[in-house]
């Protein structure tokens, strides 16, 4: 009836309570190994639970609460009333639904109904419910976005004395930041120096600081051809938010690329995106000044909308940008600007900016700053003439593309002469 992995669980917590040498074996012991438990540990984190925490205030009531046998006295732990009831509630639960083995969230979700346990009142302190516990192991929904392929922290196998593993109580818990999930850091990728110097573009930057110093309507759209270097425009706003000169109300801003795609991802049931969504939205809330960059920004029209339903990102984006406490910062082409001009609500609460294709000589100016890390790339020592050089062929041979920073960044073109 138990599974392989709840007999596992079953015995490190009978080790767990003859190793502290207590008079019971109680719901908290079998919590506490759960929560170093692979399985388990999956489970609380979906619900949001703090694994490094539960973990101490588990180990500090083992520790103090619970009666310990004389040293030397042979006598085991007995099952408490408690404990005998969860493991009964577990196996009646599992035949109703018509399986035939019982898993540790079947465990959890039994443990729930001890209400007048310390476990159950521990994970209730934690804004653990029983539902969140059945709609994991049911639907697979949590409570809690997790970074898709996260690995489990270490020391989660169990020991060779069959007690359950110590493992580092210091270490994060697993139920990580939305941000880090969904979004990726800008400022943080500039402050390492991941990211491409922005050549140029001086008063394009400077008329998207004056938009995002504004008090509402404070959201800039940059609109330009494909290649223009609509996103290197933000990697520069980025850097320049890093520096000392910035204005007042803009010092201290982070800047955030939503991943739509991870956003996406994986919501098969009503209500996953509209849940991350809000999960983002509150941990850039606890941030001092965010400003969350949307590439692609039309997308946004129609992205998570179920079938004949209206609700998609964009109609949770309009809320947030009335209030005026999130700036937004977007990207797209003139053609697609216009899926964005058919929602008049959205519109009217960002303000468009024109970014224009650059001249041949801020190509070569472009080309000759980052030379340096074009030759770091590919291992290989080309003149500073050939920068010069390379430019207007480019431009003569290839009108209809658009050399930005982005595209010329680089001083091993094919249409350069050898030195």
Known sequence: MFSTSVEMLLHVTYREAVSRRHAHLTLEHLLYVMAHDIEGEKILASCGVDLARIRKELDAFLRERIEQLPIGSDKEPEQTLAFRRTLQTAVLHVQSAGREEVRAGDVLAALMQQARSYAATLLGAHGVTRLDILNYITHGIAKTPQVPGAAPAEGQEPSGDGSAPQGDDDAPPTATDPLTAYAINLTDRARAGKLDPLVGRTVELKRTMEILCRRRKNNPVFVGDAGVGKTALAEGLAQRLLDDDVPEILKGAEVFSLDTAALLAGTRFRGDF??????????????????????????????????????????????????????????????????????????????????????????????????????????????????????????????????????????????????
């Not at 809000?278 to 949307?294: E, Q, R, Y």
């Open 274 to 419: 509209e849940e991350r969504f809000k999960a983002v939205m509150t941990a850039l809330a606890a941030k001092p000044l965010p400003i969350l960059f949307i590439d692609e920004i039309h997308a946004t029209v129609g992205a998570g909308a179920t079938t004949g339903g209206t609700l998609d990102l964009a109609t949770l984006i309009k809320p947030v940008l009335t209030a005026g406490e999130l700036r937004m910062v977007g990207s797209t082409t003139f053609e697609d600007f216009k899926h964005i001009e058919k929602d008049r609500a959205l519109s009217r609460r960002l303000q468009r900016t024109g970014r224009s294709r650059a001249a041949s000589r801020r190509s070569w100016s472009t080309s000759r700053r980052s030379r340096n890390r074009s030759r770091s790339y590919e291992a290989c020592g080309r003149a500073t003439r050939n920068t010069t050089t390379c430019a207007t062929p480019m431009r003569r041979s290839t009108r209809r593309r658009n050399w930005s920073s982005a595209t010329c960044a680089t001083t091993s073109c094919p249409t350069a002469p050898s030195t």
